[in-house]
């Protein structure tokens, strides 16, 4: 077969991967939020890691997709009130973003999310997918415990081993499906590329190669100070000072919500698309470089998430190159390179 017949079979088989991941997403969500009175989207990711804003347009269109109403209240891990959540939502569905955050990794949205389960006895409850790591058995012996003591919840994974764990733990009822990411669609990139290739590297405790990697690294964590992330954050520092302030704070920040997603969105996009060939370490790196039709190479994170997630959704797309070590990258990056 020459390379002429063989470029339509790879375009097919991209877009069969994208294709399948919306469309199990949509099945999993519809049984779950198409009939419920009212939705709640929890824990908006307040922060600059271009992957979880992805993940949050994500939700909404999959929200939209499945046929829910428009969520009712949304809030970020710092503006939680169960008051006005229970006003906006009354019996309906409560939903917590995705990520990779289910775990005593990053603590902060785990303990969140109980809260609101124990804060919730009545009211069913959803956990997007997610990605599991519990390094600590007293923590995932915490989680069970107040997560078993509700009825009503139903817990997404995004790869098998993260569904291992839910079925192990936790008594509800638990499902595999992909990362939100996917309902994005295919992305056009706003740019022609201007450099060979880009290593996006995580910097965090999630790094398993620190001081392993020859080549110069970026990271899409720190973002510009533009005028709408300055105006968040001045509302939620005026809030904390003023305690008079904080239901107004709680009441403009969701409104703000879906334009910093774009944003940072916006600018993980361009960063991707500034090269011909990506390595990363970043999971929503990887499913970016997918949507946008990047080569790239994916190397894995502190517990596997990637490997995993890849095995699970997206190892037949003919972009995704998996490697164990940076150096196998840069060797497959370079020889990405002169195919492209």
Same mark, same amino acid.
């Given at each position: 077969m020459n390379r002429a017949q063989e470029v339509p079979s790879a375009v097919a088989r991209q877009a069969a991967v994208l294709a399948a991941g919306r469309e199990v997403l949509v099945a999993q969500l519809k049984p779950l939020v198409a009939e419920a009175p009212a939705v709640a989207l929890l824990d908006f990711p307040a922060h600059g890691n271009v992957g979880d804003s992805a993940i949050w347009l994500g939700a909404l269109a999959a929200l939209r997709a499945a046929g829910a109403p428009a969520p009712a209240y949304t809030c970020d891990a710092d503006n939680y009130h169960r008051t006005a959540l229970a006003r906006a939502v009354g019996g309906g569905t409560i939903l917590f973003t995705g990520g990779g955050s289910f775990g005593d990794l990053w603590e902060k949205h785990l303990r969140f999310r109980e809260r609101v389960v124990a804060d919730f006895p009545d009211n069913?409850?959803? #956990?997007?997918?997610e990605s599991v790591c519990f390094l600590?058995?007293?923590?995932?012996a915490r989680s069970r415990d107040v997560f078993n003591a509700h009825r009503r919840v139903?817990?997404?994974?995004r790869d098998a081993a993260s569904l291992a764990v839910f079925r192990g733990a936790f008594s509800a009822p638990s499902h595999l499906a992909p990362d939100?990411?996917?309902m994005l669609g295919? *992305?056009?990139?706003?740019? *022609?590329p201007v450099r060979d290739i880009l290593w996006l590297k995580r910097d965090d405790k999630e790094d398993r190669w620190q001081g392993q990697v020859d080549e110069e690294t970026v990271d899409w964590v720190q973002e510009? #100070?533009?005028?709408?992330i300055r105006w968040s954050k001045q509302l939620r520092q005026a809030a904390a000072e003023r305690p008079a302030l904080r239901p107004l704070d709680r009441r403009l920040q969701p409104i703000g919500y879906p334009y910093l997603a774009a944003q940072r969105l916006a600018r993980g996009v361009a960063l991707l698309s500034s090269a011909k060939v990506v390595v990363t370490d970043r999971l929503h790196a990887h499913l970016l470089a997918l949507l946008l039709g990047i080569p790239h190479v994916v190397l894995d994170?502190?517990?596997?998430?990637l490997h995993n997630f890849i095995a699970s959704w997206t190892h037949a797309s003919p972009l995704v190159h998996v490697a164990s070590h940076p150096d196998a990258a840069a060797a497959q990056a370079h020889a990405l390179l002169a195919d492209a």
């Open positions: 069913p409850i959803v #956990q997007l997918p600590r058995a007293e923590s995932l139903t817990l997404m994974a939100l990411a996917f295919a *992305l056009e990139r706003p740019a *022609l510009p #100070q533009t005028r709408l994170n502190s517990y596997g998430k």
